[in-house]
């Protein structure tokens, strides 16, 4: 589970620093590796493995213009060079149009404040990604903080929460995946709720809300994408 892996990653023993702009991206992209290893789809492993299906990462296809997305996968550009990194299957390379779609965001503190514009984010993203045609898959993935304390971090500055002024996690967490789930789970193919705990502070522990559930819920996913993968292309 490449994807739950790398998501630990951003706040296990580390300091998670919000406003680092790659970081639903190499969320993201793992999502693809994990749709490859568990080996449901008769027909993608073999396209990717001929480099025909590629990630592009700067999320758009060649001759089109749109808002960009954490991960995209689609048909490599005839002629281009596919490129293959270190630690991955997936080649990255241009391309010429998007089948899978991922968008990633991560609520860890503050999420009241800033919901309408995370859902708003995720609905336009959805959009985008079906927008010059065709039928792709869209996937989304939302971290939710049940923490009892955070520290989020600017500069040298830090701010704590304290429950009043500033809501713990815990506090907001329940709300913030109603709405998620009310107003964002309906426009995309597959969503999933990544709920965990982690208070940003030292030694920067982490925990998932119940991984359990979560590997079983994100299996059942990739099941399901890789199926409708080979229906729709």
Known sequence: MRLLETFRQLFDGTKYLHRKSNLGDLVAVEFFEDLVALGKSAKLPPRIAAHDRVINLRNITIGKTARRGDGTLGELVPSAVAIVEKDFVVARGPTANIEIGVEAKILAKAMIKQIDRVIGDL????????KHGGNP??????????????????GRRRFPTDGKKYKHPIQEAADAEARLRRDALPVFDEFLILNFTATNTRPYPFAWKDYGALELEYNALLTRVSREYDVRF
Not at 139 to 154: H, L
């Open 123 to 130: 609905q336009r993203q959805v959009a985008m990604f079906g």
């Open 137 to 154: 898959l869209c996937i989304g993935f939302v971290g939710i903080n049940w923490s009892n304390s955070y520290m989020s971090y600017e």
